[in-house]
């Protein structure tokens, strides 16, 4: 596959509609140009065309879709991995067979381990461009049996909880670094529990989102260019400490501390959002999307949490004026 078509699936990728004019924009040649490489993808094979006159629209071809069922019980992760994944996958450069390797037999475990599901459902779509899992239980569903565990006030807060990483609900056999990290090692890594989303894709924003339906258990989606260059190890070390090699360092987006119609003013909200920062050395807090804080919330967070846990720094980024003000205020008061 040459470097244009890899461009022409990209913006497909991100939609189908008006390829050959996005085309000719990015790459600066001719509508006519533009359309004639299409037109070479489809008859290749990586593209495929539907509809006619203004209603085209374009998909990556598929090269292989496999669906699996499991019984949970007696089941192990890495018998799971080499029925369903592993031969679709080996032919991939080793960075992301190991990524897929890590992520997908983290998020079998999980289901496993925690969702007390009677089946574990598996499908794989590969295609030139990308390859994309989804994992489908049909237990209780991970954001309600997180707040049961945490005692949490809502569902929603154990998205935050989530994003921090460092969480199990059973410490005695698991470290809590499984959804974290593989949530940031693939392209795409999306968790639908009841009438929950929870969506990181690698670039933009973490997002939360209500949706009206309530679906029972919990589906895991991840997506990686199957020519990724990332690697597990250089998303390892963005977390850990220099002197020793642990999950000392998370970034948190503060946002999600925010529900909808709330600005972040109070000191619960404070609470609920440094709920087990002392875990890390280093917690950095993410204002992107916040526009707004209250003087209490301020000062919860950035004097008298960090005056009672010197071991933790905090580190704002991405602040707008008005937060980075009140930030220094409470700060001059420590």
């Known amino acids: ?42 008859k290749n094979g990586f593209v495929v065309k539907t509809g006619a006159g203004r209603g085209i629209c374009y998909g990556i071809a598929e090269i292989e879709r496999i669906h699996q069922e499991f019984s949970r019980e007696g089941l ?67 954001f309600l049996k997180i707040q049961r565990s945490l005692n949490l006030y809502d569902p929603r807060e154990s998205i935050l909880e989530l994003a921090k990483g460092k969480l199990t609900t059973d410490p005695s056999n698991h470290s809590g670094e499984g959804i974290f990290f593989s949530s940031k090692v693939f392209d795409l890594f999306d968790i639908r529990s009841g009438s929950l989303h929870f969506m990181h894709d690698d670039g933009l924003n973490d997002l939360l989102i209500e949706r009206a339906e309530n679906a029972e258990g919990t589906l895991v989606v991840m997506r990686l260019l199957n020519d990724s260059t990332r690697t597990t190890k250089e998303v390892f070390d963005k977390f850990t400490t220099d002197e020793e090699y642990t999950f000392a360092k998370t970034i948190v987006p503060v946002r999600l501390a925010q529900y909808e119609g709330e600005k972040l003013v109070s000191r619960s ?14 917690v950095i807090l993410d204002f992107s999307g916040v526009e707004e804080i209250g003087q209490a919330f301020s000062d919860e967070v950035f004097r008298v949490f960090q005056n009672t846990h010197i071991d933790t720094k905090l580190v704002p980024i991405n602040m707008c004026v008005s937060i980075r003000n009140m930030i220094s205020r409470v700060k001059s008061n420590t």
Do not use: C
């Not at 037999?105 to 390859?131: C, G, Q, Y």
């Not at 909200?269 to 280093?282: D, P, V």
């Open 269 to 282: 909200q404070a609470k609920r959002l440094i709920f087990r920062f002392e875990k890390f050395k280093t």
């Open 1 to 42: 596959m040459n470097l244009i078509t890899k461009q022409i699936l990209l913006l497909i990728s991100e939609n189908g509609k008006n390829v050959a004019a996005r085309l000719s924009e990015q790459l600066g040649i001719s509508r006519q140009a533009a359309s004639a490489r299409i037109r070479s993808a489809i």
């Open 76 to 142: 192990s992760e890495d018998s799971v991995w080499r029925t369903a994944l592993a031969p679709v996958v080996a032919k991939f450069p080793v960075n992301v067979r190991d990524i897929w390797h890590y992520g997908f037999t983290e998020m079998v475990n999980n289901a496993i381990d925690h969702s007390n599901a009677k089946s574990i459902n598996v499908w794989v779509v590969r295609n030139p461009l990308f390859t994309q899992v989804w994992i489908a239980d049909d237990g209780i569903g991970i």
